[in-house]
Structure formats: C-alpha cells, structure tokens
C-alpha cells in the first residue's frame, strides 16, 4: 500500500504567508500576505493571489487562478473536471482552467464549475456556478443567476 503524506510541498512562496495546518498544499504559487486555513486543498498548477485569503476545508483543484484580494469562504469546492463523458475523465487536456479576477468574494459552501469569474464579483454561499460570470454583480442560487449589479 502506497502512502500519501499530506502537507505542503513543492510551493513557490511569496512573503508573509500564513497556513494553518493540517493542510494539503502542493506544486502550486502563494503571492504575497495570503491566508490559508486549515483542511484546505490546493492542488498543482494554482496560483493564488497577494492578499487572498481562502477559508477552512475548501477544495482548489489543478489549474485555479485567483487574483488578488480574493475572499474564499468555509467549504468552497472548484470543480474542472465536468465529467462530460459522464464520468470522470482522467486527461487533464480535457479540464476546464478556472480563473477569478481581483477581489472576488466566494461565499461559504459554493460551488464553481466555469471557466471564469470577472473582478469584484460576489458569489452567495451555497450557489453553484455553471456559467462565466462575465458583468460584476452579486450572484446567487443554483445555478448562480444575477440578483443585483455591484
């Protein structure tokens, strides 16, 4: 039986980085002032931010980009394998990359499963996001729909 320690391993680390353990970081980029805690899950290939903070048990699978200043609430999962075979597919190739502007506020329990979120946007806790929030506004519900522009 194979093994797998978790921790932090094989991360480019920018200055005044705060993780509270246990946590599973690795093969990914931390900028500047970020906040991590713990029983998060940032997987190879992220890059997070100057001055994102990003909460307890929150799952950041390959290839996220947040920007900076971004809020990441309590049990927040990103998603880019759709299984759009119906199942799980095991190419990478065939992920979606997902990308946040800057300052984006995910609230607790959310769901992302797109390709983009634009700067300044809000996504309410527990909403489920399937489609590029391309307008800045407050988004809600599953699936994510507009309630109000910011």
Not at 62 to 74: K, Q
Request: with cysteine.
């Amino acid at each position: 039986m194979k093994v797998f320690a978790s921790g932090i391993r094989d991360v480019i680390e920018g200055e005044n980085i705060r993780v509270v353990t246990p946590v599973n970081i690795y093969q990914c980029t931390l900028g500047d002032d970020v906040f991590i805690g713990p029983f998060v899950e940032i997987q190879k290939g992220c890059v997070i931010g100057n001055r994102s903070r990003i909460q307890s048990h929150t799952f950041i699978c390959e290839n996220v980009t947040l920007g900076d200043d971004c809020f990441i609430g309590h049990g927040v999962t990103f998603a880019n394998d759709l299984f759009k075979t119906g199942g799980p597919d095991s190419c990478a190739e065939n992920w979606i990359q997902i990308v946040l502007g800057n300052a984006v506020t995910v609230g607790s329990g959310a769901t992302i499963l797109t390709t983009e979120i634009c700067s300044g946007a809000v996504i309410g806790a527990g909403s489920v996001v399937t489609k590029p929030v391309l307008v800045k506004g407050i988004y809600a519900g599953n699936p994510a729909k507009l309630l109000r522009l910011l």
